[in-house]
């Protein structure tokens, strides 16, 4: 059997790369297909044998830029031919579910969520009204295909309950869901020197994951932070940061590991469509502390504060 797996863009990581790379054990000689790749933020990449880009990886700055090019992420995905494919995969949050197969071939979407900025996280993305009046065609097109691509796909997989209610509220389609795997390998040997006296952040420093929440909090509360994770965010957060708040860049898994064994506690303040790093941390003794929404309710037992060592806590931030 023949498979192939496409995702949205390769020029990042984070929990989505390691679905990839999960589905990529179970199929370890997919293809993977993809709009840009960027393989300095993509080293990930390296597991594939063959990787097929879309037109846009020929245009300037693309693989760094790709929001710059969202109108044209329609045609990138529906020009790829899968003819020759019985299986694909698509993962994706965006435009991946839009390819277009032949009915001999069979096209699974593990969906990550409906595109955040046209539909469920559109207040958050453009909160300028200039920009929401400049952008509202361009919006108007791309939800409009992205009605029209929902409806590809043979069949839906959820990451979450959360997920699976987005999937019908937009595109009218019912959805299986199967948790993501979580893949970090535990390191037994911790070079970690103050163990349970820090809160940890491990996430992508762009916006819609509000990790200033947890910065101000630790502020104000003089509680000692490191911050995991790079992203578009990462200048501002380190403006607003005080002396108690340390940014760690990306780590390699050993190293991840270390620093989710020794934590207080995990903080995760977004509202997540599944948050992986929530179970990574849990799968280490590690009480997460998550804003009540999002799939974090699913993922989540919630303890009583005089147990915070040994239960995982659920509160509002």
Known sequence: M??????????????????????????????????????NKASWTKEFKKINTSFLQNFPMASSFHQFYAPLMPIAFESFSFDSYDLVISVTSESAKGII??????????????????????????????????????????????????????????????????????????????YPPVTLVKNSKSKVQTPGKYFLVVSRLVPYKRVDIAIKACNKLKLPLKIVGAGSQELYLKLISGSTVKFLGQLSDADLSSYYKNCKALIFPGVE?????????????????????????????????????????????
């Open 101 to 178: 197969t032949k009915p001999s071939t069979l096209h699974i979407c593990y969906c990550l969520t409906p595109t955040r900025y046209l539909w469920s996280g559109y207040e958050d993305y453009f909160k300028n009204s200039i920009l929401r009046f400049i952008s509202k065609p361009i919006i108007l097109y791309l939800r409009s295909w992205d009605k029209i691509a929902g409806n590809r796909p043979d069949l839906y997989i959820a990451i979450s309950k959360e997920v699976k209610m987005r999937i019908k509220k937009y595109y009218g389609r019912e959805s299986k869901v199967i």
């Open 273 to 317: 469509d599944f948050g992986l790093v929530m179970a990574e941390a849990q799968s280490y003794g590690a009480p997460v502390i998550a804003y009540r929404g999002g799939a974090a309710v699913e993922i989540i037992k919630e303890g009583k504060p005089e147990n915070f060592l040994t239960n995982r806590i659920q509160i509002h931030l």
């Open 2 to 39: 023949k498979v192939a797996l496409v995702y949205d863009r390769a020029n990042k990581w984070g929990g989505a790369e390691r679905l990839l790379l999960a589905l990529k054990k179970v199929f370890p000689n997919a293809d993977l297909f993809t709009s840009v790749l960027n393989k």
